[in-house]
């Protein structure tokens, strides 16, 4: 199989990248990033063929598979520059299903819970593959707004698709303004966690290694046209998680600092994954402590990976007013 990874600098499309080599040596995996602030080029092995290209104009012939992870992704700047995530995620997306419906190669689509707005916290319901669209933030909107362009594709020109929708996902690799590495990188460096004010807000957590799996069944066996949700069931609260964090590092928790909410702050996401897992026998593989630990010790392991990246970080999430 011949696949184009795009946004394969960033922290999913990277660790697909490298999943994919160990896991199917035979393949041809070519990857492509625009590398905006948040792609990293050392985020791609050497010896993985590099395309620095945007989305846009990506020339797709020759491949059977493209696997789309290119998005900009950062709720808080969506809140600073709205335009910049419907032009790559939605426009940018078109443009690419339009290149894929042109040389007839298959489209794999990566999503986001978000898509489907918030949950109550005593809400004891989870978003299904049915779920309708509410997107809350202009981050979510552009995501919707790529997915719809997706299933619209596959229904009026027959391209054929894949959507999987995940949760959050955490492990190396993730850029430093994300909340796990956010809140490593500043205990590591003595500084405060900042927590949103409604600190009861929960997430759920899935281990990139995991989603990588999942996007590999539903290439290999999925039915083209559908969607699948890809969550651990672990729910964790942003305060709890900064104090997991604290504690494995031996730092006390009176480094978490409150500080106002983000305008459209979601309060909770949780993904009903019981097609993925019945239909194509997924599960998840790494549990949530094991997980969070090897990556808080890949974290203080590799800070001359994340430190010259500080300066690049789009917001302060400790200045909303």
């Not at 978003?127 to 809350?136: D, G, M, N, V």
């Not at 995501?143 to 996902?169: M, Q, S, W």
């Not at 999942?214 to 949700?229: C, F, P």
Request: proline share 6%; aromatic share 10%; net charge negative.
């Amino acid at each position: 199989m011949r696949l184009l990874v795009t946004g394969a600098a960033g922290f999913i499309g990277s660790n697909f990248v490298r999943y994919w080599r160990r896991r199917h040596p035979g393949d041809t995996v070519v990857a492509l990033d625009a590398l905006t602030y948040a792609g990293i080029r050392a985020n791609v092995p050497d010896d993985v063929p590099f395309v620095h290209a945007d989305i846009a104009g990506a020339d797709v012939a020759g491949f059977d598979v493209v696997v789309n992870f290119a998005a900009e992704s950062h709720n808080s700047r969506a809140v600073q520059d709205p335009g910049a995530f419907f032009a790559t995620n939605v426009l940018g997306t078109q443009r690419l299903l339009e290149a894929c419906r042109d040389a007839g190669v298959r489209f794999h689509h990566v999503s986001t819970c978000e898509v489907y707005g918030d949950l109550a916290l005593d809400d004891p319901g989870a978003f299904t593959e049915e779920s309708p669209y509410r997107p809350r933030t202009p981050y979510n909107a552009s995501k919707a707004g790529a997915d719809h362009a997706v299933r619209a594709y596959h229904e009026t020109f027959g391209l054929p698709v894949t959507i999987t929708v995940c949760a959050n996902n955490y492990g190396p690799r993730q850029f430093p303004e994300k909340v796990i590495p956010l809140f490593v990188s500043r205990a590591l460096r003595g500084l405060p966690l900042p927590v949103y004010r409604s600190s009861a807000n929960r997430r759920e957590w899935l281990h990139v290694d995991d989603h990588c799996a999942a996007i590999d069944l539903v290439l290999r066996s999925g039915r083209v046209g559908s969607t699948y949700h890809v969550g651990s069931g672990v729910e964790v609260s942003v305060a709890d998680l900064a104090g997991l964090i604290l504690d494995h590092l031996g730092l006390p928790r009176t480094m978490i600092e409150t500080v106002p909410d983000r305008p459209g702050h979601d309060r909770r996401y949780l993904l009903d994954s019981s097609l993925i897992r019945s239909e194509l026998g997924w599960s998840p593989g790494v549990g949530f402590e094991a997980g969070l630990a090897s990556t808080i010790t890949w974290y203080a392991e590799n800070r001359d990976w994340w430190e010259p990246l500080l300066a690049r970080a789009a917001v302060d999430e400790a200045a909303w007013a």
